[in-house]
């Protein structure tokens, strides 16, 4: 159980084509998703938490408007890439955890196969 | 900001060996999670180990947390190659389950 599906694993574009990454929970409900941006062997930075029917909280220093989440159920997030410049190309994994309310604690993170964007 | 750094940062070892990671961390923690990433792929959750454990088992894996040391080691025994991959540890201070991910080891386990 608790299988997150993220869609699509790699996107090739060109610099100025906005990009939508899909973040599925496929077998529980996520109100929380986790979004992150992986440089090569380097760790997870967090991006930005999804929450279902609300804004979604973004860390220091990432541009809200760059990247476009929507978290509109409770089983799909979703993250836009606006305008994006080859400084953009990374690896962007999303997770959601399973669990409500006061479940949450405690819980582990259940990740996505991760996007590999790559922007020419 | 990196909450975890893990020690070392690359590990190569023969197959039957241990391998043994270490994470240290800055911050109070409600618990300590670790992940394992093949190459190219999303994480995968190996175990969690709460504030108020101090050791935690499953199957070939053995964690320890210290909170005086803020410090925790995972521990792989009688490794494979199929364990070659990135370990990450990662901490869960509270505050909206965020989880902050250390640096990670890269291990390879060679035949």
């Known amino acids: 159980g608790a299988v997150v599906s993220q869609h699509p694993s790699r996107v090739i ?3 100025g084509t906005s990009v939508k990454i899909e973040c599925r929970s496929l077998d529980f409900q996520a109100t929380t998703m986790f979004w992150y941006r992986q440089f090569p062997k380097k760790s997870l930075m967090l991006m930005a938490t999804s929450n279902e029917g609300s804004k979604a909280t973004y860390e220091q220093g990432v541009e809200k408007d760059k ?31 399973s669990g409500t309310g006061g479940g949450y604690s405690n819980q582990p993170q259940h990740f996505g196969d991760g996007t590999r964007l790559s922007i020419l | 900001s990196q909450q975890g750094e893990e020690d070392p940062q690359a ?20 618990n300590l999670q670790w992940y394992r990433q093949n190459s190219g792929r999303g994480l995968v959750h190996l175990i969690l180990i709460r504030s108020n454990e101090r050791e935690k088992h499953s199957g070939r ?11 925790s080691s995972l521990l792989i025994t009688a490794s494979r190659a199929a364990d070659t991959a990135s370990y990450f540890c990662a901490t869960d201070s509270g505050g909206g389950n965020k989880l902050t991910f250390g640096t990670g080891t890269q291990l390879k386990v060679e035949l």
């Open chain 1, 67 to 97: 990247f476009l989440i929507n978290h509109a159920s409770l089983t799909l997030s979703t993250l836009t890439v606006t305008s994006a410049h080859p400084e953009d190309s990374s690896f962007y994994i999303c997770s959601a955890r």
């Open chain 2, 61 to 71: 894996l053995r964690v320890t947390l210290d909170t005086s040391k803020k410090s």
């Open chain 2, 11 to 30: 590990l190569s070892i023969q197959e039957g060996e241990n391998a043994t990671m270490n994470c240290s961390y800055k911050t109070s923690i409600n």
């Open chain 1, 13 to 15: 574009c060109k610099s």
